[in-house]
């Protein structure tokens, strides 16, 4: 009796439904490499204050991904901008390529999507955005069955909620979808955008200095006070510990949401074939540049371009060695093709492979970036952002043209991107960045509609406005 009872429990098992694989992208935005845990050893920031005393990242769960995944250690964005660089990881695509010169410039119909190489294999496909900026109209919903950008939190007129909130919202999705249904899931996480006042305050207390007592900086109140005061030269050193701990705090309170999603893949049985990518979209300048601190979208320094990328997968999606850690340099838009191969899909986009990093090695290439905002128009009819700050990397070097100055000067792709005086380098980088600007698309026409434009304005996107 014993042994039939175990066959009926063991038929009525295979009764259930297996849960389908799936395959989970996070952005993280506005999120350096070096706001994680993982990366922190590699800071290029705050080099100058006493390590003691530097506000340490808290991302548990995102450094256990990259324990048991792949992590790239110098991926870096196209440009500093949320919709550009967004459309980068879901296109393949570089910049000059999508055409997509920033936010508000929605992704056009002739750029294939990721998404769509999913939706026609038969995978669900669902996301939850937590930004305005990533709205359905902005081109990145094309693909996806449902796409959630219903935000209802206005907070000094911005349209944003929280990682905890995309969570719930995300979970709910996936729940939609037929257990054994193959699930494409993508969750935008906002939270670390400035003003770095959204962590919950345990958050704060846990990175916050101790024996700080002077005034909490980087608030919804007084974030202009914090960039003005940057300009100035008149911030304390205890300001700048204030504002990198509040910054960090929001990372770690995406973090504490990542760690709730995937809990949540668990208990759906979604983890045993799963693929997990954690990706930032583009880093941010804290005081490392004064007259251009707490924000980003002005320049090209690897502060703003350094962002981190994870590949954690298993079951059958396994995709590379665990705990591996790749030290080319990888472009955002490379991720694509990867993901796409790691389940099965034809490719989409342009770029190498990443996969070939723990196989026959990537063949060398160079990543090319450009600013978004600052600068001076184009020549007439020319593509939007020739006139930016932009940069060309490769293993070693990155180099860094401001045309409108102009000024021009190669640092080493390290922390804190010391300046280096060789020649070849450089003139093999800015023969790089030339071509590659002179394949750059024609003048793209502003099209936004006014609600759009006063919730990209509320975020600071607009440039010269
Ligand atoms: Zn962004």
């Known amino acids: 009796m014993r042994a039939a009872a175990a066959l009926a429990l063991l038929l009525a098992g295979c009764g259930a439904p297996t849960a389908g694989p799936t395959v989970l992208l996070i952005s993280w935005d506005t999120t350096r490499a070096d706001a994680l845990g993982a990366y922190a050893a590699e800071a290029h920031w705050g080099l100058e204050?006493?390590?003691?005393?530097?506000?340490?990242?808290?991302?548990?769960?995102?450094?256990?991904?990259?324990?048991?995944?792949?992590?790239?250690?110098?991926?870096?964005?196209?440009?500093?901008?949320?919709?550009?660089?967004?459309?980068?990881?879901?296109?393949?695509?570089?910049?000059?390529?999508?055409?997509?010169?920033?936010?508000?410039?929605?992704?056009?119909?002739?750029?294939?999507?990721l998404t769509e190489r999913f939706a026609a294999a038969g995978w669900a496909t669902v996301a939850t955005v937590g930004a305005s900026v990533l709205s359905a109209d902005q081109g990145l919903a094309r693909g996806f069955q449902a796409y959630?950008?219903?935000?209802?939190?206005?907070?000094?007129?911005?349209?944003?909620?929280?990682?905890?909130?995309?969570?719930?919202?995300?979970?709910?999705?996936?729940?939609?979808?037929?257990?054994?249904?193959?699930?494409?899931?993508?969750?935008?996480?906002?939270?670390a955008h400035s003003p770095y006042d959204g962590a919950p305050p345990d958050l704060q207390a846990l990175i916050g200095v101790e024996g700080y007592t002077g005034p909490v900086t980087g608030t919804s109140e007084n974030a202009d006070w914090l960039v003005v005061s940057a300009r100035a030269g008149t911030l304390s050193v205890d300001d700048r510990r204030q504002a990198r701990a509040l910054y960090l705090a929001e990372v770690a309170a995406m973090d504490r949401a990542l760690g709730r999603l995937l809990a949540g893949l668990e208990r759906r049985g979604r983890a045993k074939d799963s693929l997990v990518v954690l990706f930032g979209d583009h880093g941010e300048t804290l005081d490392e540049l004064p007259a251009r601190a707490y924000g980003h979208g002005l320049d090209v320094h690897l502060v703003n371009?350094?962002?981190?990328?994870?590949?954690?997968?298993?079951?059958?999606?396994?995709?590379?060695?665990?705990?591996?850690?790749?030290?080319?340099?990888?472009?955002?838009?490379?991720?694509?093709?990867?993901?796409?191969?790691?389940?099965?899909?034809?490719?989409?986009?342009?770029?190498?492979?990443?996969?070939?990093?723990?196989?026959?090695?990537?063949?060398?290439?160079?990543?090319?970036?450009?600013?978004?905002?600052?600068?001076?128009?184009?020549?007439?009819?020319?593509?939007?952002?020739?006139?930016?700050?932009?940069?060309?990397?490769?293993?070693?070097?990155?180099?860094?043209?401001?045309?409108?100055?102009?000024?021009?000067?190669?640092?080493?792709?390290?922390?804190?991107?010391?300046?280096?005086?060789?020649?070849?380098?450089?003139?093999?980088?800015?023969?790089?960045?030339?071509?590659?600007?002179?394949?750059?698309?024609?003048?793209?026409?502003?099209?936004?509609?006014?609600?759009?434009?006063?919730?990209?304005?509320?975020?600071?996107?607009?440039?010269?406005?």
Do not use: M
């Open 148 to 191: 959630d950008d219903q935000i209802t939190t206005r907070v000094r007129k911005r349209f944003e909620r929280p990682a905890d909130q995309v969570v719930d919202r995300l979970l709910q999705q996936i729940d939609a979808v037929p257990a054994a249904q193959p699930v494409f899931a993508f969750a935008h996480f906002f939270d």
């Open 305 to 465: 371009l350094h962002v981190p990328l994870i590949l954690a997968g298993q079951g059958s999606l396994a995709c590379g060695p665990a705990g591996a850690v790749i030290e080319d340099t990888v472009s955002l838009s490379e991720l694509a093709p990867a993901v796409a191969g790691c389940a099965g899909l034809p490719s989409v986009g342009a770029g190498r492979d990443l996969r070939a990093a723990w196989g026959a090695g990537l063949p060398p290439a160079v990543h090319f970036a450009e600013a978004t905002k600052g600068g001076k128009a184009p020549p007439p009819g020319r593509w939007n952002n020739l006139r930016t700050a932009r940069s060309a990397t490769d293993g070693a070097h990155h180099w860094v043209v401001w045309p409108a100055e102009p000024r021009a000067a190669l640092h080493l792709r390290a922390p804190g991107q010391p300046p280096v005086d060789t020649e070849e380098p450089a003139h093999a980088l800015e023969r790089a960045l030339s071509a590659w600007d002179e394949a750059a698309p024609p003048y793209r026409e502003e099209d936004l509609s006014a609600d759009q434009a006063e919730a990209l304005k509320a975020l600071g996107y607009i440039e010269g406005r």
């Open 49 to 113: 204050l006493d390590p003691n005393l530097r506000p340490q990242p808290r991302t548990p769960h995102a450094d256990k991904l990259a324990a048991r995944g792949v992590r790239f250690a110098w991926a870096l964005a196209h440009a500093p901008t949320t919709l550009n660089s967004h459309t980068s990881v879901f296109s393949g695509l570089d910049p000059h390529q999508h055409g997509v010169p920033r936010n508000g410039f929605p992704v056009e119909q002739r750029v294939p999507l």
